[in-house]
């Protein structure tokens, strides 16, 4: 199964506010996680990753929060655009056999005009 | 930045023939490449690991006669589904890894429907 998840599959968004995503991740050995953008029928789009010897990692617009203590990462979109609506998920390397990425749920993220 | 090419972007077929999805990495070498499925408002789950010049690695519960995998060369790894069924229908999305990298690099999706 997946372990990697999300608290809240959907949220809803003023424009101009900022967003916070959650994720609950299982897995206490892994050691880098991502967080993708996903716009309806697209591939997933790299927005920002973070080492688990980080616990805060900057981007334009964009910063994702990790807390090992708990398992949880977070992004947090300032100044929340209209073309930020997507689906949002955070996701982990595993190894088995090989290093891959394990998805969490997704969070569908609306903006609200 | 890192390319990925998926091939086709949608594709109807009828129940009982094979469809291809080809995925290339156009500028750089993919040592790896992955396929995913992602049913709709789900999550992308993971079918199949591809090594360039070796047998795929499929997850558990991964028909590898169903889904033929070929990762011939450093560019282009190919997904065949076999004997394609209705329940077959769904979206495909491929990605790609640099050797030495844990950047992996997305392909914009083969959505598959089977009548």
């Known amino acids: 199964g997946e372990s990697v998840g999300l608290h809240l599959p959907t949220l809803s968004v003023q424009e101009g506010d900022n967003s916070i995503i959650n994720c609950a991740y299982s897995n206490s050995a892994s050691d880098y996680f991502i967080w993708y953008k996903q716009e309806s029928g697209k591939g997933p789009q790299f927005i920002i990753d973070i080492r688990s010897n980080m616990d805060k990692r900057q981007g334009q617009r964009v910063t994702v929060l990790l807390n090992k203590t708990v398992k949880h990462l977070s992004l947090q979109i300032a100044a929340t655009q209209p073309g930020d609506s997507a689906v949002y998920f955070c996701a982990e390397i595993v190894y088995s056999n090989d290093y891959k990425l394990s998805f969490g749920a997704g969070t569908t993220v609306t903006v609200r005009a | 930045g890192a390319v990925v090419s998926q091939h086709p972007s949608r594709v109807i077929c009828k129940s009982g023939t094979s469809v291809k999805i080809e995925c290339r990495s156009l500028d750089f070498q993919a040592t790896t490449m992955f396929w995913y499925r992602q049913f709709p408002k789900k999550s992308l789950m993971l079918m199949a690991t591809?090594?360039?010049?070796?047998?795929?690695?499929?997850e558990q519960g991964v028909e590898k006669d169903k889904f033929l995998i070929n990762h011939a060369s450093l560019t282009l790894s190919t997904l065949t589904v076999t004997s394609a069924h209705p329940e077959d229908s769904s979206f495909y999305i491929c990605?790609?890894?640099?050797?030495?990298?844990?950047?992996?690099?997305f392909g914009s999706g083969t959505r598959l429907t089977v009548v």
């Open positions: 990605s790609a890894r640099e050797q030495g990298d844990y950047g992996y690099t």
């Open positions: 591809s090594n360039e010049g070796s047998k795929a690695t499929y």
